[in-house]
């Protein structure tokens, strides 16, 4: 029921995005956003990096979903139901995954 982690407010800096700091854009160590945590208490869950999903973009099945958005990206990237298509055999230095037991 929120567009962002934190709540419904576009606001770069409660995100790792593009425009969180006044310097040039660059990853951040893990927890540099506490703001970022979903409803869950998952640290991190907007900004930082896309994460990979196992859902295919579209029908054709050549690109699947990321979410999450990244340190590269303006704050509407952030928001929770924003997704964007990768290719699965791509190398992006804006995209990783979350290890979860």
Request: charged share 25%; proline share 7%; aromatic share 14%.
């Amino acid at each position: 029921g929120r567009g962002f982690a934190w709540g419904d407010l576009e606001d770069a800096s409660l995100g790792k995005c593009r425009e969180s700091r006044d310097h040039e854009p660059q990853p951040e160590p893990v927890g540099a956003f506490p703001t970022a945590e979903s409803v869950y208490g998952m640290g991190d869950a907007s900004g930082g990096i896309w994460e990979w999903t196992d859902t295919w973009f579209d029908a054709r099945q050549a690109s699947r979903v990321v979410r999450g958005g990244s340190w590269f990206n303006p704050p509407s990237f952030l928001r929770c139901a924003y997704r964007y298509a990768a290719l699965p055999r791509g190398r992006y230095g804006t995209v990783g995954f979350r290890c979860a037991s």
